[in-house]
């Protein structure tokens, strides 16, 4: 049974960018894809974009084109999540999730805080 | 772009009753790419139906999916406690993904 394991919490100042890590414990990302989404205090589930792995590309929501990449690294067997531009807005939990059956996700990471704080 | 509502917002119910919660999306989608989740606080979210009205692994018979079209519903037939949560509804439209807001299941 593939556990995803996320990198640990994070503390950054507006303006500056955030990695989070996701490694696949116990089994392999190949042919996966990936996805990433964040739960905001106090509000609800939010897709932020996601991996293509056949394509080796990624697809993304609106809101975080040009601020957010997806990337996997398949000798490493972790996915990555790069965000950009940090606002207070983006302080949430980050959650990496595999794409299950009928584009569900059926297996998720622990979930990273990140928090923006000057 | 598809927009889901989740209804009701809160729903208040005791252990042994049963809860429907509804999943209404903005124009009708295939009933194949609507899941559901289950989320308690400090957990990541649990898969419970995809497409519709399968059960994901493990997930207990109480669960059940139904709908298409523009409605969707999720069942629990007698809540145990541990199901006190909030239960989001997602839809896939390649290549996007959408959740609804999420309707919490309190006692």
């Known amino acids: 049974q593939v556990r995803l394991v996320q990198s640990g919490a994070e503390v950054k100042k507006p303006g500056s960018s955030v990695k989070v890590s996701c490694t696949a414990s116990?089994?392999?990302?190949?042919?996966?894809?990936i996805s990433w989404v964040r739960q905001a205090p106090g509000q609800g589930l939010e897709w932020m974009g996601g991996?293509?792995?056949?394509?080796?590309?990624?697809t993304y929501a609106q809101k975080f084109q040009g601020r957010l990449t997806v990337t996997t690294d398949e000798s490493t067997r972790t996915a990555y999540m790069v965000l950009t531009g940090l606002k207070s807005e983006d302080t949430a939990i980050y959650y990496c999730?595999?794409?299950?059956?009928?584009?569900?996700?059926?297996?998720w990471g622990q979930g990273t805080l990140v928090t923006v704080s000057s | 772009e598809i927009v889901l509502t989740q209804s009701p917002g809160t729903l208040s119910l005791s252990p042994g009753e049963r809860a429907t919660l509804s999943c209404r999306a903005s124009?009708?989608?295939?009933?194949?790419?609507l899941a559901w989740y289950q989320h308690k606080p400090g957990q990541a979210p649990r898969l419970l139906i995809y497409?519709?009205?399968s059960r994901a692994s493990d997930i207990p018979d109480r669960f059940s999916g139904s709908g298409s079209g523009t409605d969707f519903t999720l069942t629990i037939s007698g809540l145990e406690p541990e199901d006190f949560a909030v239960y989001y509804c997602?839809?896939?439209?390649?290549?996007?993904?959408?959740f609804g807001p999420g309707t919490k299941v309190e006692i």
């Open positions: 116990g089994g392999s990302l190949s042919s996966f894809a």
């Open positions: 991996t293509i792995p056949f394509f080796g590309s990624a």
């Open positions: 997602q839809h896939y439209g390649s290549p996007v993904y959408t």
């Open positions: 999730a595999r794409r299950g059956p009928a584009a569900s996700f059926d297996n």
């Open positions: 124009q009708s989608v295939s009933s194949t790419y």
């Open positions: 497409g519709a009205s």
